[in-house]
């Protein structure tokens, strides 16, 4: 009697022993051939799809130049303009940056008369005749003074938009955007940098430089 027990006890012991797991192997890749089978019980991870406007939004990319990089009256260096602009100027002016909406100086700045310059040259690029409250957070001008405004196409961002230069040392003033509905003489909005400008109440130097642009 003893005996028959002590079988009965190891069959089940013997019977599992010789049941092996079954064991998929693992694969290095994560994407599945577009033909392959699974193994059952696996899970396949496929690669998601790309967002071209993410790429876009991380890219590096310069805005486009028209064939033949453009070149401007004021030529200096690098090395020269940092000599004579802040951090913040140099930032906006040279690297083509950008304020942050709302803290600049010449936002809500509405006087009657006089002009704004160029900070990192001094040319006169806008009266205060241009300028119009468009309430986007940046200082905007309907016009400028005639061929004080160099435009080029920029692609950052995954969007076409119209970047704004000095014509005199090609420093980056901000974006121009059409049809908006605003009721001026253009319908343009000239979205610039107050970094970019310096206000002087000398209407004149803007008249004279009207004149000479006619």
């Not at 000599?83 to 942050?100: H, M, S």
């Not at 955007?177 to 400008?197: K, Q």
Request: aromatic share 10%; with cysteine.
């Amino acid at each position: 009697m003893r005996s028959q027990i002590l079988c009965n006890l190891k069959a089940p012991l013997r019977h599992r022993a010789l049941v092996q797991p079954t064991v998929f192997p693992r694969s290095h890749s994560t994407f599945a051939p577009k033909n392959s089978r699974s193994a059952p019980g696996s899970t396949v991870l496929r690669a998601a799809p790309t967002i071209p406007f993410f790429g876009a939004f991380f890219s590096s990319n310069k805005p486009e130049e028209p064939s033949g990089s453009m070149s401007y009256p004021d030529q200096r260096s690098d090395d020269q303009w940092r000599a004579v602009l802040n951090p913040e100027q140099f930032r906006i002016l040279r690297e083509k940056g950008t304020e942050r909406a709302g803290t600049g100086e010449y936002d809500k700045h509405h006087p009657t008369k006089g002009v704004y310059n160029c900070a990192g040259c001094d040319a006169p690029l806008y009266t205060a005749d241009h300028k119009f409250k468009s309430g986007c957070g940046w200082p905007a001008y309907f016009d400028s003074i005639p061929g004080a405004v160099t435009r080029h196409v920029d692609n950052t961002f995954g969007m076409k938009r119209t970047e704004i230069v000095c014509s005199n040392c090609g420093g980056h003033l901000g974006h121009v955007f059409e049809g908006e509905g605003y009721s001026t003489p253009t319908d343009e909005r000239h979205c610039v940098n107050s970094v970019s400008l310096r206000f002087t109440e000398d209407q004149g130097a803007g008249k004279a430089a009207e004149k000479s642009k006619a």
